[in-house]
């Protein structure tokens, strides 16, 4: 995908291989991810979606080629030929910029709903408590959840806590916001709730969302591209309407009759 002269973009994969044994995931793969895009990781399990997206949460590293976030390599460099290993202090601030929101919501168990929001900031981000609680507030209110601040995760529904899950990721003000498969580990019932907030923050803020998962008709109205993925490469890539509507490619036809 082309940029703008001058413009930098949020993420650049720059022939990032990964592998998990002798087994690759990703093979040279290249993406741009412009600031402010919406986009949709989509294919068969196993594809790689995943990994992609804990790459850019520094939960794996690339064994090759290079990822940057606003045009800062995430981890490593190359200087003179060689892979350089970044300090921790850099990778840290790098990760200050991307919040993730996981399948199985991970909120610290023994600590309040209010106190999962304000963890990050007030420990990583130095923020002062009493702002922290502001802000926390807010995005519960955001998450339609205003009144369960003194709750603990076990006393709310699987759709709740993924909404608090939400609000803890938005609560670092991230630049980037990750996406992985949010919606499966819920009942049919909640989906809709939890997709319904993440409308109205693709609506109501410029955070640039990169996006695994299975609900083609959320991929569709959230999503201004979508990257078709199959055995570790991008197969296709596109806008929603012509990923959904006109497939070219017979792998994104046949995914998307398995899965619509
Ligand atoms: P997707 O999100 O498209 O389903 P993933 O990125 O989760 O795909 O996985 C891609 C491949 O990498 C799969 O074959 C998976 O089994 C493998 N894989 C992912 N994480 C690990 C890991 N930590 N150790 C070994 N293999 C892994």
Request: charged share 25%; hydrophobic share 40%.
């Amino acid at each position: 995908m082309a940029l703008d002269d001058g413009e930098v973009p949020a993420i650049r994969f720059d022939r990032v291989e990964k592998q998990f044994g002798d087994h690759v995931v990703l093979h040279d793969l290249d993406f741009t991810v412009r600031k402010g895009d919406r986009v949709t990781l989509i294919g068969p399990s196993g594809s790689g979606k995943t990994t992609i997206l804990r790459l850019v949460m520094t939960l794996e590293e690339a064994d090759g080629g290079y990822i940057y976030v606003d045009e800062q390599p995430l981890t490593h460099v190359q200087r003179g030929g060689r892979r350089v290993e970044l300090k921790e202090k850099h990778k840290n601030e790098m990760r200050k910029r991307i919040g993730m929101v996981f399948q199985q919501f991970n909120l610290f168990p023994n600590m309040t709903v209010l106190e999962n929001i304000i963890e990050a900031p007030v420990h990583v981000l130095k923020a002062p408590k009493a702002k922290a609680v502001a802000r926390a507030h807010e995005l519960l209110e955001m998450v339609g959840l205003p009144d369960k601040a003194g709750a603990h995760p076990t006393q709310l529904s699987g759709g709740q806590q993924q909404r608090v899950a939400i609000a803890r990721a938005l609560a670092m003000e991230p630049e980037i916001l990750l996406l992985d498969e949010v919606t499966s580990a819920l009942d049919p019932e909640v989906v809709g709730e939890v997709l319904s907030i993440l409308r109205d923050i693709a609506r109501d803020t410029d955070v640039t969302m990169l996006i695994v998962t299975h609900e083609m008709q959320f991929a569709r109205d959230v999503s201004n591209r979508v990257l078709m993925f199959d055995g570790g490469r991008i197969v296709e890539e596109g806008s929603p309407e012509q990923i959904f509507s006109n497939p070219h490619e017979q792998r994104t036809k046949d995914f998307l009759s398995a899965v619509l």
